[in-house]
């Protein structure tokens, strides 16, 4: 048993932590005005990127703080799912950081799938500029008329037609579908209406200029446009693309969305443990450096027992997600099913709670722009819905579990 | 005992349910885009009110439905604070609602200390305008520097300079500060640095146009400016006023508060479970329509838990509001205290919870302007920061609660 | 809208509350330590009554204190549901204080059930002795072999042939069965299997010493036999009694149960609500009493903040219960549905949070005889299970709930 | 990174489950009626040994599944902490179970008192027959008088005289004083009233033969005296020891006491998680086998969540323990602070929450002895209170979170 962080992974940790000291974190709320200036109506065909952030995208490359996310040592920096989970946890304090080091959501996930299941076409094509942050992607999976949380209901529809894909629905939250470099979509949709339930759909990439392809609209997260990148809704409309924009193949969407889940939900869980630390440390700090009743008001009341019990939450989270990470790396993705599904549950959660506390510390501050507590409400919020809600991966634990008992497995 | 509402208030009920049902419940999502677009980057200057708003407002007045929450019957309509309860609730429903009827915080705790605390001239000049809707006004009492939930922490000051009150400090969250309307502000500051604790500040009504008043931007909350009414920061820089304007006497500051707070916090709790009732009836709605895993949603797993939770959560916080607003009218505000901070803890961290469980149950709709959830979640996270902290409303009930043992009571 | 109690109400409340201060809590200790060593091995055949609490029974009776919960002006005091439930609440601060008023289940329930269903002969053979203290009964309705969860579930039989009833079955948590002075059961049983499922069981009087009758055990809860009172197990083997044993008719055991069960429900969780403001008393008192780090303890941490939210769960769970009373009174059972459930589940969770606050406040005098804690924690455990777990009743309440809106009602 | 255990902690803990399945599980319900038959009105001198368990210890023994908690390898099986904690929680199973192989509270922190700080002497005469099993001994730390919390408070004394220690004082939850081979306490008390706050106070070795010692009663725990073990309330009225029985040095008893607790607190926490698991299988299992409204109970309501949840809380309360024993085995004692006072408040908690649903999916049989629950739910409550309650142990692990920024340490 060894709880420590590999050298290699450390050592990142240090530099990552040095940039984000030094150069991120002194420009966060500047950015964040900037970003929030850009065109608050959701105008995204407005939106622009800030060349302060692409700056740091530039150093952080020539650093080789770049695609630490991927495992491979040629194309990422050849870092395990956790020994890249530390980095993501660092990255996880400022909400656009990701991006600086490209390690951010849909394209993480969408370089992982082009990586494990692109043909080398679409490699060549895509996941090449994907690495490169010279373009931006977009993954189109939920939608607004049915329950996503049961993926199956996905109406949306890939059909074979000839040496073509036609595709055809409306997706909704997809996010970054409002960045000025979002230039192509993994779309999943319906294919193959009687095979077995989770061989019907397929992937399928789809460029954002495709005749048919209508952005309709940026979604609000708690009022926030999260601009450049937004959480768009989107129509196809009798698109068409060459069969060899199909990923895999035919049926192969939930086999792919499998693979593609799990390394993401570490990212996603590692970066809310992140911003959970962040908010512990402001709430602190909030705690020590404001007086009432004659006493800094951190020593008031419960204040005290509720610091313990995030820094306890917050240390268990993280110690759940490192051993989910380290089952995917041993033991793979199939064998971590229970502990992917947990860390879904408990992480955000975990994080909702974390920053409730520290808002609270922080009174009228907490809520406004001057701080990025707001917006972390808003992440650890949407996380509990995204990507299958609590109840969802709740079910998923649970049916392990009893599952264990119906083989007459003893506990 | 007796738990039902007068006859009296249950006809004001009938009517203002038909109202909110026919005549803004239709206009609710146009009303708030419309808002939302006013100007979505804090620039409260260029805020305008809506023709839309303001005709309901006219036809509220017409109809009577009007000044519901003022206790006077020739002012307002007569109504005690407990019959006035049930007419808030309903107003709760929709975010934007209490101004068409002119029972709208903070000018209705305006209005109230005008009415109970204001000099004749006082009231000709701000309650008439105030009562017929004609003008807005503001409540400045939180300061940016310090811990405002110790309210004796207090650094702005109204100094008596001949027949002058002389006004500098700093303020924020002041509601309403935005509103084009917006003509006059109750201003708290410290008068008497060396009375007793609670005998040294003072309330002054400062109109906002006055030389040295300077607002310095809108604030967020949770990414919403909630245009057109706002959360302002404003200075007082040297602003000068006639010792007339001084409300009752100097150093009545914290008297004043108090009997403006007890009817307030009725009022602030009955709108959050009308909330409330609104967030479980989409909940159930929504339950009911979408369909996961072959049933409806509302079915799965612990959904008809949560429910069952709501309903209960609601109506413990109704009952317990109700009661403090019995309280009031039978026994005053000084022998309501337990009760008004117990509301002032339960009820908005009520609405929180059930308001989470709606979003839920909607998915990606949920935090999105397509619901009022999301402005329903910043309602609730607001309110128990705002009037005083959750800890110190927990704290004042405890120490009434240990008093009684103190004294050799009984239980 | 009246949150006071009615005078006579009040009236026997002062009575009550002195008879409690000056006569039962000061032998509660000795009481409880003569109880529990009466026979520890759970062999209820030497059980025997305390002279001192027939005593207090007899004093209690002399002065009117007696079969309070009778709504019947001869046989009881007259008062209503909500009249009553202060006076419940009452007698909860002590365990066995109940009985000393003829107050305590089953016995209320039962007395109830023959008030309401029984013929005159069972009223003169049964409910006159109950009424005048001279015997207890017994419910056996809950079965070691099915969920009793579900009711329906049940599979004792009661078979009408010829002019007797013949009762076969098992129960067990039928409480008050190790009684010395247990003399009659009412029982449970189906006796028309091809009936609506409600309309199926139907209930007898059975005396407990009629051939067939075995009792095969008390057991424990929480390590507790609770004598001289026992929670039993019983089996009943052809048990004969006369058809004129049978209440109201064949197939209307449901139809009895909902009658009994609303009064009942006011009943236990008024009693759990006094055993609540017992437990808060007790712990600010260990509070004030005890130093640690130069404090007393109740000033430390988060404590007055968890003493404040026992303060508003109990006025909360109260106010709920009196709503439901009022709701009996006023509209009857079957109207009051919702409420009855609510507080089913809402108060013992309530009971259980308070006395857990308590006890974390005394340390390990709190979970040892030294104090009532601990059996208060039991009680609130079973009432959890007791009558319909909290999930039945959170079930309930959200079909009537979700009923609203299949109806096409709006909220 | 490696979550695995070691090869030699995984060959004990095939032995030990196999010995606990084969052996200790099938005896579990009569060994636990046997003990509470021995009499259960706390008459400690009358109770015994179970020749079944001595059998087993004999057994257990002769396997080499003895002394696994002692990190030694001539005296113990010379395991890590961390590799015995997974042995841990396979002994908690079973609440008897841990004696079985001499690794059971409070003898294992004795032992390893008197392996780190024992004299030659004091080993031999102590040491070696509690590592044979032979004997049993107690610690005794709280007091009935004063707020135990702070321990700090301790008013029993222990003065040099001469060559010998004189010992007064009352103390309570002495755990196992009721055993009739308990033989020894180690008795903490003040000696150095004068010197820094935790240099005042000394361990001394006091034979429970020793003229003055005088036990008082055996205690209850929720409604159990735990025999054979049993908590005791004991006095010490001018006890004279001889100068060796001085563990250390006068002024070393909380310098002892830390390192005492650190690996005493794994040991709790993973029994406490074994127990948990047991809750957990038996909740399952009882779910899958009782039907309700047409379904397995498992498959009702919210149960399947509570399942995840519990499988959730479950798992990282182990990885937090585990993390915790680490650190211990590679930082020492001192350097993980934090994480055994988090461990000692998660830990508990989450058995508590467990059990709790355990019993909800039990009805009746969860609370009564038919089951281990009860038991579980008694161990969990205790565990919040004893060896310091979650508010201290949250109070420290605040004050080093804080302690971090004081510092001006980064977060």
Not at 191 to 210: F, G, T
Not at 244 to 256: H, Q, R, V
Not at 318 to 342: H, P, Q, Y
Not at 385 to 402: F, K, Q, T, W, Y
Request: hydrophobic residues 40%; contains cysteine; negative net charge.
């Amino acid at each position: 048993m060894d709880f420590s962080n590999s050298e290699r992974s450390n050592d990142y940790l240090a530099q990552l932590n040095q940039f984000m000291n030094e150069k991120v974190l002194p420009v966060e709320q500047s950015v964040l005005a900037a970003n929030r200036a850009l065109n608050p109506t959701g105008n995204w065909q407005e939106w622009r990127t800030l060349d302060e952030v692409e700056q740091l995208k530039k150093d952080a490359k020539a650093q080789g703080l770049w695609n630490l996310f991927l495992p491979d040592a040629q194309l990422g920096q050849g870092l395990t799912c956790s020994e890249y989970a530390p980095l993501a946890e660092a990255t996880g304090k400022v909400i656009f950081a990701p991006e600086i080091f490209n390690c951010n959501a849909p394209d993480t996930g969408n370089m992982e799938v082009l990586y494990h299941f692109g043909s080398d076409a679409q490699k060549q094509q895509w996941l090449k500029p994907l690495l490169a942050g010279d373009i931006r992607s977009v993954f189109c999976m939920t939608e607004p008329e049915v329950a996503s949380s049961d993926a199956t209901n996905m109406e949306a529809t890939i059909a074979a037609d000839g040496d073509e894909l036609v595709i055809n629905g409306r997706k909704w939250w997809s996010t970054g579908l409002g960045h000025p470099n979002a230039k192509v979509a993994i779309v999943m949709g319906l294919s193959k209406p009687d095979a077995a339930k989770h061989e019907r759909h397929s992937m399928a990439l789809v460029p954002l200029d495709a005749p048919g392809v209508s952005i309709k609209r940026m979604l609000t997260a708690y009022g926030e446009y999260d601009a450049p990148y937004g959480h768009g809704e989107v129509t196809f409309t009798n698109v068409r693309v060459p069969t060899e924009n199909l990923i895999w193949d035919l049926g192969k969407g939930f086999a792919i969305a499998q693979g593609r889940l799990g390394p993401g939900r570490i990212h996603h869980c590692m970066r809310a443990i992140g911003a959970a630390e962040r908010a512990l440390a402001m709430a602190i700090q909030r705690g020590l450096s404001r007086q009432a009743f004659g006493k800094p008001i951190i020593q008031l009341g419960g204040n005290t027992e509720r610091i313990a019990q995030a820094r306890i939450q917050i240390d268990q989270a993280r110690l759940l997600t490192l051993n989910a990470a380290w089952k995917i790396d041993n033991f793979g993705v199939k064998n971590a099913m229970t502990e992917i599904s947990a860390i879904k549950v408990a992480v955000p959660n975990m994080l909702q709670d974390v920053v409730d506390m520290a808002i609270q510390m922080h009174g009228g501050a907490g809520v406004s722009d001057d701080t990025p507590l707001a917006s972390f409400t808003a992440m650890a919020r949407i996380l509990r819905i995204a990507d299958g809600p609590d109840e969802v991966h709740r079910h998923m634990v649970s049916r392990l579990e009893i599952a264990k008992h119906l083989k007459g497995k003893a506990s």
